[in-house]
């Protein structure tokens, strides 16, 4: 894991010879392969396959998605570079004034078999808008890393949680607190009575270059923070994914899975923007999980260890 981690150059990156897109765009193809080997190799059996797509108003990607792996049931790790021009839809339903718009990032969703297994997302983006002059009006980042897991391991979620801490604490020490309450606020089912769709990590958005925080700044702390993918969640896989499970416990992990369906197709807004300006569909819901479980008002046996895994989606803590 250290060995794949190491395979991104860390060294700060400068737009001086490259323009700000082609610096970003290199990132994410750079932390597609090295994502994806490490995940290649946990798993032992599964091996991604990759297509690439265009999209007929600008740009295109790759998707790469795993499945029927020893331990990866299904996942994806996508990346994209998009651009067209801002429809009169896109300034009403997503609140954009301007020209022409470029949009790139990665996105990652792993679904394990075992239940004892968290699920992880992860996503890293960066956003320019133009005017007729094809003049940069606006620029944004955003992007973060998850957990969903369905049992509770405490200390599994504390490893997580103090993995993006280094990492936020290393760019600025206010960080973490911000981007780790913002998570806890995003991931959010509100149709059902706030409850988080798992137990958090980082999230931030709409975070725009400035004096202090400059592009540079910005692209560097996404490279970071993607950089510690592999050693913030293969621990845990290769800790519990050896777990013996029941067809109840395997039920349970299905009817969380509901609940995860129902935030991205209802409330993620990387889900909405894409469908929104005629992204490629199959790569957007690649995030759905394979297998899901809707049953009428489910509720688990008070006390019990999916009881438990509820009631820590309810509240928000402080696992560091």
């Not at 894991?1 to 001086?16: F, G």
């Not at 022409?100 to 990032?105: I, T, V, Y």
């Not at 008002?297 to 928000?316: F, H, I, M, R, T």
Request: hydrophobic fraction near 35%.
């Amino acid at each position: 894991m250290n060995k794949s981690c190491a395979l991104i150059d860390h060294s700060p990156l400068t737009v001086d010879d490259m323009s700000i897109k082609q610096t970003w765009i290199q990132f994410i193809h750079d932390l597609q392969n090295v994502t994806c080997a490490a995940l290649e190799q946990a798993d032992g059996k599964a091996v991604f396959k990759e297509e690439s797509w265009q999209r007929p108003g600008g740009g295109g990607g790759k998707t790469r998605v795993i499945s029927d792996g020893n331990i990866f049931e299904k996942g994806g790790v996508n990346t994209s570079s998009v651009f067209g021009e801002v429809t009169e839809a896109m300034r009403i339903q997503l609140n954009i004034d301007g020209a022409k718009w470029f949009a790139s990032g990665l996105s990652l969703v792993i679904h394990p078999i075992n239940p004892f297994v968290p699920t992880v997302h992860c996503n890293y983006r960066m956003f320019e808008l133009y005017n007729e002059k094809d003049e940069v009006i606006d620029c944004w980042f955003g992007g973060g890393t998850d957990l969903t897991p369905y049992y509770l391991f405490e200390e599994d979620v504390r490893h997580f949680h103090q993995t993006y801490k280094n990492v936020c604490d290393a760019f600025d020490p206010a960080f973490y607190t911000k981007f780790k309450s913002e998570c806890d606020n995003y991931f959010v089912n509100w149709h059902r009575n706030a409850e988080r769709r798992g137990l958090g990590g980082i999230f931030f958005d709409y975070q725009r270059p400035d004096e202090i925080c400059d592009v540079n700044f910005w692209v560097n702390f996404c490279k970071t923070c993607g950089a510690a993918f592999s050693n913030a969640y293969l621990p845990i896989v290769e800790k519990r994914n050896k777990i013996s499970f029941t067809n109840e416990q395997k039920n349970w992990q299905e009817i969380r899975r509901g609940r995860y369906v129902e935030f991205n197709l209802i409330h993620d807004r990387g889900t909405l923007f894409g469908l929104k300006t005629d992204g490629r569909t199959e790569s957007i819901l690649m995030s759905l999980p394979p297998t899901v479980r809707f049953k009428y008002n489910y509720q688990p046996v008070e006390g019990s260890e999916e009881d438990k895994l509820l009631q820590a989606c309810l509240q928000p803590r402080d696992w560091v």
